[in-house]
C-alpha cells in the first residue's frame, strides 16, 4: 500500500475502534452487506459504493450565539472553522444521470480546534430507505437483479415491500420532487436525531438541515431533459465562482414523544428550529482529486457536545464505511 492508502485505512480503523466500545456490533456482516451491495447495484472499482458520482470542495463554517447556547461544541464557537465538502449523486453507478428525480448528497467534515472532527452525511430527503441495518439489508437482497433477466424478481421486490412499507418512504419523497437545478439550491437533511449538550449538562435532541440561503431550485421536465446527464459539477463551479453557495445549518428541536430512533420518521411538522450557523461553499475541486477522496463522512464522527441518539442506522455504519474505504484503496481510490 502507499503512504496514502496506509494513513486512511488507519484513521478508519482508528474511527471503528473509538465507536465500537460505545456502540453494540453491527447486526449485518459489513463484507456480507457490502458484497450484497455490489451484487443489487454493480461493482464500480474505485468509486465509493453509494455516492459514486461526486466532487470535492471547501468552505467554512460559522456558528452562532443560539448554537452555542444549545452545544458546547468547538464548531459553534463563532469562528470560522475549516470544511471539506462532497457533494453527489445518490447510488453506486459514477455515470448516474445529474437530470433524475434522485438522490443528492452534502457530506461534511468539519476540522475543529485540537485535532477534533465533526463528519457527517446528509440526503435530500427527509427520510432514509430503512430504519434498521436489518432491513435495508433486506431491501437491497430483495432488489438484486436476476442473473437471467438482468432485472430483479418483481414478486420478491413487492413481498418485501409490503412487510416493509417504510422502505417505499423515500422513493415516493423523490419522485415528488422536481429535479434539482443545482447541489447548491436544495435541502440536505441528516435524518438521524442527535443530541446536543451545552455548558450545563442539559441535552436537546434534534434532527437537523440544511437550507440553501438562495433558497430551493428545480428543473421543469423539459428543463430537466435539456440539462442533460451531465450539468450539475460545472454548475456548481460557476455558482461558487459567484458566491451564490451557502447554506443555513438548521436543527429542529424534539419534544416529548417524539420518535428518535428511526430514520424514516422525520420529525412532526411546525417542530422549533434554531439556527446553528452558516456554510459557505468557498472553492470547488478542478479535477477527480480533493481533499474528500479518502473521508468515509461516518457520522458517529463527532464533536464534544454532540451526542448519537439510539437510531440503530447510525451505529451500523461506521464498520461498513471502514471496509468500503479499504476495498477503494486497494482497487485504486477514484473521485467522479
Known amino acids: 500500500m502507499t503512504q496514502l492508502m496506509l494513513t486512511a485505512v488507519a484513521a478508519a480503523a482508528a474511527t471503528l475502534t473509538s465507536t465500537a466500545f460505545a456502540q453494540p456490533p453491527a447486526p449485518v456482516d459489513p463484507n456480507t452487506f457490502l458484497n450484497q451491495f455490489e451484487?443489487?447495484?454493480?461493482?464500480?472499482?474505485?468509486?465509493?459504493r453509494s455516492g459514486a458520482k461526486g466532487i470535492c470542495a471547501m468552505g467554512e463554517f460559522v456558528g452562532t450565539a443560539e448554537a452555542r447556547a444549545l452545544s458546547t461544541a468547538s464548531a459553534f464557537?463563532?469562528?470560522?472553522?475549516?470544511?471539506?465538502?462532497?457533494?453527489?449523486?445518490?447510488?453506486?453507478?459514477?455515470?448516474?444521470?445529474d437530470n433524475a428525480r434522485s438522490q443528492r448528497n452534502l457530506a461534511l467534515q468539519?476540522?475543529?480546534?485540537?485535532?477534533?472532527?465533526?463528519?457527517?452525511?446528509?440526503?435530500?430527503?427527509?427520510?432514509?430507505?430503512?430504519?434498521?441495518?436489518?432491513?435495508?439489508?433486506?431491501?437491497?437482497?430483495?432488489?438484486?437483479?436476476?442473473?437471467?433477466?438482468?432485472?430483479?424478481?418483481?414478486?420478491?421486490?413487492?413481498?418485501?415491500?409490503?412487510?416493509?412499507?417504510?422502505?417505499?418512504?423515500?422513493?415516493?419523497?423523490?419522485?415528488?420532487?422536481p429535479v434539482p437545478a443545482s447541489f447548491g439550491a436544495v435541502n440536505y437533511w441528516g435524518v438521524h436525531a442527535f443530541?446536543?449538550?451545552?455548558?450545563?449538562?442539559?441535552?436537546q435532541f434534534g434532527k437537523w438541515i440544511f437550507e440553501p440561503v438562495g433558497g430551493v431550485q428545480g428543473l421543469s421536465d423539459d428543463e430537466a431533459k435539456a440539462k442533460g446527464p451531465?450539468?450539475?459539477?460545472?454548475?456548481?463551479?460557476?455558482?461558487?465562482?459567484?458566491?451564490?453557495?451557502?447554506?443555513?445549518?438548521?436543527?429542529?428541536?424534539?419534544q416529548p414523544g417524539d420518535k428518535l430512533d428511526n430514520a424514516t420518521v422525520p420529525l412532526p411538522e411546525g417542530r422549533k428550529k434554531v439556527n446553528l450557523g452558516l456554510l459557505k461553499i468557498?472553492?470547488?475541486?478542478?479535477?477527480?482529486?480533493?481533499?474528500?477522496?479518502?473521508?468515509t463522512y461516518?457520522?458517529?464522527?463527532?464533536?464534544?457536545?454532540?451526542?448519537?441518539?439510539?437510531?440503530?442506522?447510525?451505529?451500523?455504519?461506521?464498520?461498513?464505511?471502514?471496509?468500503?474505504l479499504g476495498r477503494r484503496l486497494t482497487e485504486g481510490a477514484k473521485q467522479q
Open 77 to 97: 464557537s463563532g469562528k470560522a472553522v475549516p470544511v471539506i465538502v462532497r457533494f453527489s449523486v445518490g447510488g453506486a453507478n459514477p455515470k448516474a444521470p
Open 39 to 48: 451484487s443489487t447495484f454493480g461493482k464500480f472499482e474505485g468509486y465509493r
Open 298 to 324: 461516518n457520522p458517529m464522527v463527532l464533536p464534544k457536545g454532540v451526542e448519537p441518539s439510539a437510531d440503530p442506522m447510525l451505529a451500523a455504519r461506521a464498520a461498513p464505511y471502514a471496509v468500503g
Open 230 to 254: 451531465s450539468f450539475l459539477f460545472d454548475d456548481l463551479r460557476q455558482r461558487v465562482k459567484e458566491g451564490k453557495v451557502a447554506f443555513n445549518f438548521n436543527l429542529e428541536l424534539a
Open 110 to 177: 468539519f476540522n475543529l480546534p485540537n485535532g477534533e472532527q465533526w463528519q457527517m452525511g446528509n440526503i435530500s430527503a427527509p427520510v432514509f430507505g430503512a430504519a434498521t441495518p436489518e432491513q435495508f439489508f433486506g431491501r437491497l437482497a430483495s432488489l438484486q437483479p436476476d442473473p437471467a433477466t438482468k432485472m430483479p424478481d418483481a414478486a420478491k421486490v413487492k413481498a418485501f415491500a409490503e412487510a416493509n412499507p417504510e422502505v417505499l418512504l423515500q422513493g415516493k419523497y423523490f419522485a415528488s420532487q
Open 195 to 203: 443530541g446536543f449538550v451545552n455548558a450545563s449538562g442539559a441535552k
Open 282 to 295: 468557498t472553492s470547488v475541486s478542478e479535477d477527480a482529486g480533493g481533499a474528500c477522496l479518502t473521508i
